[in-house]
């Protein structure tokens, strides 16, 4: 069972456009969650995270919102550039836990 | 500046085989992950050590072994290799509990199970 559903499954954009990923979760007790990118043939890295106290943040082109009454979190990536091409996870834990919860991923492809 | 390293990087078994997956970490990481990440699934985890000689089953424990004998090493066995345990395994090391703090993965480990 998906404790974080995440989607789309894959999206295309043009260069210069928004990529925009949503993931939902039922667990209120979760209170972190961060976003890890994934290259070809690399392993995750993270990204950017949030917690609950904030509704937004925001680090160069890449901003999560997250809208706690609704429990769900989305990823924006402003003026796509072909770099960002990769699988993007948003994931979510729980204070005490030792474990993340990922997402399903999603492919990002940024045409020029 | 290796941070965590994986060996093998491919490998291919026969049914019913067993063999071992290495990682080790450089970074001085007192917990330490397995996940594996099949198409379409994410990753899920497998196994986590918050230190030498303490380990905890994840979410898909099954057919698999880990032991912690050292804060650097954290080896993954697989006894008696399944078809469905073909897929991409990662390992990962954390400074603090993931509630807290970035997790560091490997280039990850290809297995094949024919």
């Known amino acids: 069972q998906q404790q974080v559903k995440q989607s789309p499954q894959s999206l295309i954009v043009q260069k210069g456009g928004i990529s925009i990923i949503n993931c939902a979760y039922e667990?209120?007790?979760?209170?972190?969650f961060p976003w890890y990118q994934q290259f070809p043939g690399k392993g995750p890295a993270l990204l950017i995270a949030?917690?609950?106290?904030?509704s937004e943040k925001k680090e160069g082109r890449f901003t999560i919102s997250f809208n706690k009454s609704a429990k769900q979190f989305s990823l924006h990536i402003m003026d796509s550039q072909p770099g960002d091409s990769a699988t993007y996870f948003c994931?979510?834990?729980?204070?005490?836990?030792?474990?993340?919860?990922f997402g399903a991923g999603t492919t990002v492809t940024v045409r020029a | 500046n290796a941070g965590v390293t994986q060996t093998p990087k491919f490998r291919i078994l026969k049914i019913g085989q067993s063999m071992t997956l290495q990682c080790t970490q450089d970074?001085?990481?007192?917990?330490m992950y397995w996940y594996r990440q099949d198409p379409g699934m994410g990753l899920k985890l497998i196994y986590y050590?918050?230190?030498?000689?303490?380990?905890d089953k994840g979410e898909v424990p099954n057919g698999y072994n880990v032991s912690r004998s050292t804060t650097e090493d954290f080896p993954l066995r697989l006894e008696l290799a399944a078809p469905s345990q073909t897929s991409v395994y990662f390992c990962?090391?954390?400074?603090?509990?993931?509630?807290?703090?970035?997790?560091?993965f490997g280039e990850g480990s290809r297995l094949t199970v024919l």
């Open positions: 990962a090391s954390s400074r603090t509990s993931a509630n807290t703090g970035e997790l560091f």
């Open positions: 994931a979510a834990s729980m204070y005490g836990d030792y474990k993340l919860s």
């Open positions: 949030i917690r609950p106290d904030v």
């Open positions: 050590s918050v230190g030498a000689g303490i380990t």
């Open positions: 667990n209120t007790a979760f209170d972190y």
């Open positions: 970074m001085n990481h007192n917990y």
